[in-house]
């Protein structure tokens, strides 16, 4: 069973930036991918366990960062230049044993709360 807690939302104006984090609780593998969500399951970045290979939904791209810390067994989301449409709330999400983060979000067993970015024009 893994547990995900999320943290780091917040109210910010269009331009700033925030840095989330997932915190992961229970057993992972190399071939688990993880991944940020928004907005009814719209994956918004991805990185696999084992090589650390991103991937981004191309609106966020070259603005979000995905990144991990493997001995914290933590993930982070690095978000600058946050414009209105971004504002959503931001789950985590591990696809266990998946290897592969091509994996569809019905194969992401196991979800956080989440945590609200509001982003003001």
């Known amino acids: 069973q893994i547990r995900l807690v999320e943290s780091g939302g917040d109210s910010v104006q269009a331009g700033g930036s925030l840095r989330l984090s997932c915190q992961i609780f229970?057993?992972?593998?190399?071939?688990?991918?993880v991944g940020w969500f928004r907005k009814g399951r719209e994956a918004v970045a991805t990185i696999y366990a084992e090589d650390g290979a991103t991937s981004y939904y191309e609106p966020v791209r070259g603005r979000f960062t995905i990144s991990r810390d493997g001995a914290k067994s933590a993930v982070y989301l690095q978000m600058n230049n946050l414009k209105p449409e971004d504002t959503a709330r931001y789950v985590c999400?591990?696809?266990?044993?998946?290897?592969?983060?091509?994996?569809?979000?019905?194969?992401?067993?196991?979800w956080g709360q989440g945590t609200q970015v509001t982003v003001s024009s």
């Open positions: 229970g057993r992972t593998y190399e071939t688990d991918c």
């Open positions: 999400a591990v696809c266990y044993s998946c290897n592969t983060c091509r994996a569809p979000p019905s194969d992401f067993a196991f």
